[in-house]
């Protein structure tokens, strides 16, 4: 199989289960000069985030992947996800005005990544953005492994780890029972 047919198989699993979850799947997005394979955005209040967040997933293929392009595309996908960023209209002014979150989880799907990307993606902090995150996750097909930030930044670290175990519980896949 080749790069795209393993990416919509792959997207495809995923989203099944981000739908379940109440994810809405948006397929094919331009936006500016990417080109996005598949979006799941979910923008609720959640009170354990203190508000309102939106979560987004934005998938797209690289045939080859560099710590720059990496970060470019982490950079634009954040871009887009702020889109769903807005808090309730109309709104009126409470003594506690609630957070709106953006939590983006860019993830470039590749063949094979080359290990000084990978290493530099593992020991990496995300990208950093007040009230909101940017965890960039690369999926390898080869080895069917993800990829993400192994740090942990003082900044954001009390969502963080669970931002990152959503990562590894929605996009991991056991190609075992396949």
């Known amino acids: 199989m080749d ?45 354990e985030y203190f508000g309102f967040i939106g ?8 045939k080859e992947l560099s710590v720059k ?36 989880f860019p993830v470039a799907l590749v063949l094979q990544i080359d290990d000084a990307t990978a290493e530099i993606l593992r020991y990496k902090d995300p990208p950093r953005h007040w009230f909101s995150y940017n965890i960039p996750a690369v999926y390898e097909f080869t080895t069917n492994k993800l990829h993400i930030s192994e740090t942990k930044p003082l900044k954001g670290s009390m969502w963080l780890g669970h931002f990152k175990e959503m990562i590894q519980t929605n996009l991991v896949v056991d190609r075992r029972s396949e």
């Open 3 to 47: 790069l795209h047919e393993l990416s919509v198989a792959y997207v495809s699993g995923v989203t099944e289960r981000l739908k379940e979850d109440g994810f809405i799947i948006d397929y094919d997005i331009k936006y500016k000069t990417e080109n996005f394979l598949c979006v799941a955005h979910r923008r609720r209040y959640q009170l």
């Open 55 to 62: 979560f987004s997933y934005v998938f797209s293929e690289f």
């Open 69 to 104: 392009s990496l970060w470019n595309y982490s950079a634009k996908c954040f871009e887009y996800a702020k889109r769903f960023r807005r808090l309730p209209i109309p709104f009126i002014p409470i003594p506690y005005v609630p957070q709106d979150t953006v939590a983006c």
